[in-house]
Structures are given as C-alpha cells and as structure tokens.
C-alpha cells in the first residue's frame, strides 16, 4: 500500500505578510486593514491578530522582515569591502521590494509608527554600514565613520525614494544618474573619480 501524501501546511504568517504588501501595493494604505489583508490571504482576520496582534504588529514584521531581506542582499557588497558594490545593492533591492521599501523607508502606512523592536532592527542594518564604512577607512574614528555612513544613506535614500515614487526629473536616465551620484557621494571617501 502506498503512503498517503500529505499535504504541506501553508505558511500562514507568510501568506498573511504577502498579502498586505499585495494589498498595499494594489490599493494602498487606505485599504490596509486587518479585515481587507485577511480576506487576501485566505484566512479570518484571528489569523492576522494571531500572528501579528494586528495591523501595527503587522507592519513591525513587513519592517523587520524588510531589513533581514535588505540586509542579505547587502551582505556580499559589504564582504567585498566594495562600498560602491553596497550602493547598488541597495537600488537593486529597493526596485525589486518597493513596497517593502516604502513601509520601511517612507511611512507607507503612515498611522503606524513602527515599535522599538522595528525602529532597533532599522538602526542595526544601518549600523552594519557603518562598519562597512569603517571597513574601507579604518582611519577614519567611529564618529566620523557614523557620519559619513548617514551622508551616504541619506545620499543613495534619496535617490532610489525619488526613483521608486516616480518623482523623479528625469526617469529615462535613473540609473545613469544613480552611478553619478553614487560615484559623487562616495569620491571624497574612498577616493573614487567620475
């Protein structure tokens, strides 16, 4: 007698956590609503309170999972001491997961504050860029590694936010001027020329 096949148990916070991006995504932060994002993934609205206790504990998870995913696709760039390789990471990730990028960048569900656990894990991956910073100019004392860290942050955010949200002059040319930018942020750094 063959064995019966069973059936994988669906992942529930994952289908919960796809869906309020889907949802977000598609109809914005005006339809992110507990009973709207269960409806979407399939299951009651307990589900979300379960995994999540609702709709802020459930943007604290698109953030947290949002900067596990970030920061793996930035971990190569940072081991190849390459803070330029960083740089493009960073864009690449951010077209690939724009609402993710949103929740965790741009308050795309803007009546929710992200909680500390959130906000911490936020400050972590930022604080692996210091590092990375400091990596390259280990010269360079914590203070000013932090500082140049943020300028190159704030730097490549904002341009990839423009891009993203489509506010960008010239849209045609983003990835163009991103190199631009990038190169101009990072010369007086590591030295690099346009």
Same mark, same amino acid.
């Given at each position: 007698?063959?064995?019966?096949?069973?059936?994988?148990?669906?992942?529930?916070?994952?289908?919960i956590l796809s869906?309020?991006?889907?949802?977000?995504?598609?109809?914005?932060?005006?339809?992110? %609503?507990?009973?709207?994002?269960?409806?979407?993934?399939?299951?009651?609205?307990?589900?979300?309170? %379960?995994?999540?206790?609702?709709?802020?504990?459930?943007?604290?998870?698109?953030?947290?999972?949002?900067?596990?995913?970030?920061?793996?696709?930035?971990?190569?760039?940072?081991?190849?001491?390459?803070?330029?390789?960083?740089?493009?990471?960073?864009?690449?990730?951010?077209?690939e997961n724009p609402?993710?990028?949103?929740?965790?960048?741009?308050?795309?569900?803007?009546?929710?504050?992200?909680?500390?656990?959130?906000?911490?894990?936020?400050?972590?991956?930022?604080?692996?860029?210091?590092?990375?910073?400091?990596?390259?100019?280990?010269?360079?004392?914590?203070?000013?590694?932090?500082?140049?860290?943020?300028?190159?942050?704030?730097?490549?955010?904002?341009?990839?936010? %423009?891009?993203? %949200?489509?506010?960008?002059?010239?849209?045609?040319?983003?990835?163009?001027?991103?190199?631009?930018?990038?190169?101009?942020?990072?010369?007086?750094?590591?030295?690099?020329?346009?």
């Amino acid at each position: 007698m063959a064995d019966a096949v069973s059936t994988p148990i669906p992942d529930q916070r994952g289908a919960i956590l796809s869906a309020a991006l889907a949802v977000l995504a598609r109809d914005g932060e005006a339809a992110f %609503t507990v009973r709207r994002i269960a409806e979407e993934a399939g299951c009651s609205t307990t589900g979300v309170y %379960t995994w999540f206790g609702g709709k802020a504990g459930l943007v604290d998870a698109i953030f947290i999972d949002g900067f596990e995913s970030f920061d793996a696709a930035l971990a190569p760039a940072y081991a190849s001491g390459d803070v330029g390789a960083s740089g493009r990471a960073y864009r690449r990730w951010a077209l690939e997961n724009p609402t993710q990028f949103l929740v965790m960048f741009g308050r795309a569900v803007p009546d929710v504050v992200p909680g500390d656990a959130a906000l911490e894990r936020g400050y972590e991956s930022f604080l692996r860029l210091v590092r990375h910073v400091h990596a390259i100019r280990p010269d360079l004392s914590e203070g000013d590694a932090f500082d140049w860290a943020y300028h190159v942050n704030a730097t490549v955010h904002g341009y990839v936010l %423009t891009e993203i %949200t489509g506010m960008s002059t010239a849209p045609d040319r983003a990835e163009e001027l991103y190199e631009l930018g990038l190169r101009r942020v990072l010369q007086p750094l590591v030295g690099e020329r346009d």
